[in-house]
Structure formats: C-alpha cells, structure tokens
Nanobody, 125 residues
C-alpha cells in the first residue's frame, strides 16, 4: 500500500498560479502511475492529470490542458501539479492518486488503488 499526502491548496484569485504537491510513502516501489483528480460537492471525482512511471508519459483532462503541468520526482517519490491561469471552475478538493498494477495512462478513478486525503483549492473571481 502507498500513503499519499497532499499540500499546497488555498485561496487564490482567478488568473493566478498555484502548485500542489503530493508525497508518496510506503510501498512506493509498487507505484506505477501518479495522478491528480478533483471533486466538487455533489459531483463525481474527475480526472485532472497523470504521469506514468517508466515512459514518463503525461495525460491531461481537456479542461486543464495547456494550463496545468504535472511533474514527478522519481527519487523523492513526489508529484506536483502546477496550476497556471486558474479559473473559478477549478475550485475543488484535489486528490493525489497512485496506480500500482499497470503503468499505463488512465483517466478512470477506478484504476487507482491509493488516494490522499485531499487539499482544497478555491479560486475567486
């Protein structure tokens, strides 16, 4: 099992930048894909971005492509999400997620076995 702890959330104005960080611990040698999801009350948790372990491929949701960047530190087992030009619709709780069995891109929350506790991001207009 992999333990994930997010940090970096907060209140920012529209157009600003924010960096979220996630530290993975435990059975990190099993970690294949690390990703970010987000959720607002009353809605399903939605995919934001992910990066594979071996090929280091990245994949983004259409809603954040070109604005957000995911990056992994494979030595320190961390994954960051740099959020540029944030919009009020980016307001959500952001979750870090780990996929241990397959090192392939997946936007499905069901493909990830381990989750962090989440960090709140609020974007004011």
């Amino acid at each position: 099992q992999v333990q994930l702890v997010e940090s970096g959330g907060g209140l920012v104005q529209a157009g600003a930048s924010l960096r979220l960080s996630c530290v993975a611990s435990g059975s990190t040698f099993d970690t294949k894909v690390l990703g970010w999801f987000r959720q607002v009350p009353g809605k399903d948790r939605e995919f934001v971005a992910c990066q594979t372990g071996g090929s280091k491929r990245t994949h983004y949701a259409d809603s954040v492509a070109g604005r957000f960047t995911i990056s992994r530190d494979y030595v320190n087992n961390t994954v960051d999400l740099l959020m540029n030009s944030v919009k009020p619709e980016d307001t959500a709780v952001y979750y870090c997620a780990a996929r241990r069995w397959f090192d392939t891109i997946s936007p499905s929350r069901n493909a990830y076995e381990d989750w962090g506790q989440g960090t709140q991001v609020t974007v004011s207009s």
